[in-house]
């Protein structure tokens, strides 16, 4: 594979601050952060971009600007900030705070089919899509959320998404995708309240409903500080990185999950999920390339969050608004991920996923003391890692007025190695989209783990 070339220009063309459309609650309004939150303070923000082919990109950018207000009046405290000491509120001051919304211009306008391909791709020419949060305040709070869209003209454009993962999870952050893409798609503008019938449901942010009667958020902030004092910066995203990374995307066919389910089943008598047959098969790639797990370990780890909305008793609606995940354990023997035969490995992956979410769901909420030091204690194992899921629809969902995306990648996964980003499939046939961010060999490893064993081959 070649090494990546160097980082393109990205013109600014516009930086621009906007503030929810008026509206009776989005006036001055500060929401707890949950036990559920407060375990992401002093992570970083989730970033996905969004491809779109359009011949006059620049047209689209006036209906853009004007129907984000109208999304934002539903989730404005995405306009707000985040003070990282007690009492840890989430707030928003109509007048005072606004979401950044950088308007770039690409400076080869030719490199979208490039940058949109399946095939890896050089990440310092991604990474200028992505959009910055701006720095923290001098008492401390950070913004929850920043937007950046990069016009190729006469191509396309990339609209870029950075949320911090303390605000909401990605269902959340999905949630308010979508209602901005309806309301682009539909026309709707700032003033125009009229149209909110015709919108996705709206969040739910009555934080109260998240039930906390042992007072797990006290011990995870008790937690936190006991395990990690102080708590570490995010990483810059603007440093220099020693090894070159390329991401790429790979494609799971609906019939090719079918065989890892079968597979599976055979083996554990259990029907495994999709997402569950994904990840076994990303999992067994990543560590036949070198890039999960500890050499010579005898024991493999996969780490993951699990959705609690539905699992919760009482449940969350589902358009509750914030974080509301867990993270899952996975480990199994190294040997049997590895065994000669991908498909043994794969079947023995998705064994060891699925009886993991099994046992998860039979307490989800058991052990949440624990859960940010046993994370802490599985780092250093290199798990492997999910992130994003195809129940979101980043395809299917997401249509501002110019169809499908082209591609949309989650380029935060770069952050914590070993990390893959699942999604539907651009295709619409029910398959999973997988994306990584590798050096170069190690990606070339995985792409040829990952077409043998489609292929059903034998490494």
Not at 43 to 58: A, K, Q, Y
Not at 249 to 265: V, W, Y
Not at 290 to 304: C, K, N, T
Not at 406 to 434: N, Q, Y
Request: proline share 10%; charged share 20%.
């Amino acid at each position: 594979m070649a090494p990546p070339s160097s980082p393109p220009d990205v013109r600014l063309v516009d930086r621009i601050r906007v503030s929810p459309a008026p509206s009776d609650s989005a006036q001055e309004h500060a929401l707890p952060l949950t036990f559920f939150d407060v375990a992401w303070l002093f992570t970083g923000p989730v970033e996905r971009l969004f491809f779109f082919r359009h011949p006059d990109p620049s047209s689209a950018l006036p209906l853009l600007r004007s129907s984000l207000p109208v999304a934002l009046r539903r989730f404005y405290p995405l306009a707000g900030t985040i003070r990282p000491h007690a009492p840890f509120l989430c707030s928003y001051a109509r007048g005072a705070d606004a979401l950044t919304l950088v308007v770039a211009e690409f400076d080869s306008p030719d490199d979208f089919d490039h940058l949109v391909a399946r095939a890896p791709r050089d990440l310092s020419r991604i990474r200028a899509l992505v959009p910055q949060l701006p720095p923290p305040g001098d008492d401390g709070a950070f913004a929850l959320a920043a937007l950046q869209v990069t016009v190729f003209p006469g191509r396309g454009l990339c609209l870029g998404v950075s949320v911090h993962h303390a605000a909401c999870d990605d269902a959340s952050t999905m949630h308010f995708v979508r209602t901005w893409a309806a309301a682009c798609r539909l026309g709707l503008e700032s003033g125009d309240g009229s149209g909110d019938a015709t919108l996705p449901p709206p969040p739910v942010l009555d934080r109260s409903l998240v039930a906390d009667p042992d007072d797990l958020r006290g011990k995870t902030l008790a937690g936190m500080a006991r395990l990690a004092p102080p708590p570490p910066p995010p990483p810059q995203q603007q440093q220099e990185e020693q090894t070159p990374m390329v991401m790429a995307s790979f494609l799971l066919p609906r019939h090719q999950i079918d065989r890892i389910k079968e597979g599976a089943a055979a083996r554990s008598d259990a029907k495994a999920s999709s997402f569950v047959a994904a990840s076994a098969l990303a999992w067994v790639c990543l560590l036949k390339s070198g890039s999960a797990g500890v050499a010579g370990a005898e024991r493999s780890h996969m780490l993951f969050s699990a959705e609690c909305r539905s699992r919760l008793a009482p449940p969350l609606p589902a358009e509750y608004f914030g974080n509301c995940l867990r993270p899952c354990f996975v480990e199994a023997a190294t040997a049997d991920l590895l065994s000669g035969d991908t498909a043994d490995g794969v079947a023995a992956a998705a064994s060891a996923i699925g009886s993991a979410i099994r046992e998860m769901e039979q307490g989800v909420l058991e052990g949440a003391e624990g859960w940010l030091g046993r994370v802490l204690s599985v780092l250093p194992e290199r798990p492997m890692s999910v992130g994003g899921s195809p129940r979101h629809g980043v395809y299917e969902t997401t249509d501002f007025g110019w169809g499908r995306p082209a591609r949309v990648e989650m380029v935060s996964v770069e952050k914590t190695p070993g990390t893959v980003a699942l999604a539907d499939s651009p295709e619409g046939d029910g398959g999973i989209e997988l994306g990584v961010v590798l050096p170069p060999d190690a990606m070339d490893a995985f792409a040829s783990c990952f077409a043998d064993a489609l292929a059903g081959a034998t490494i």
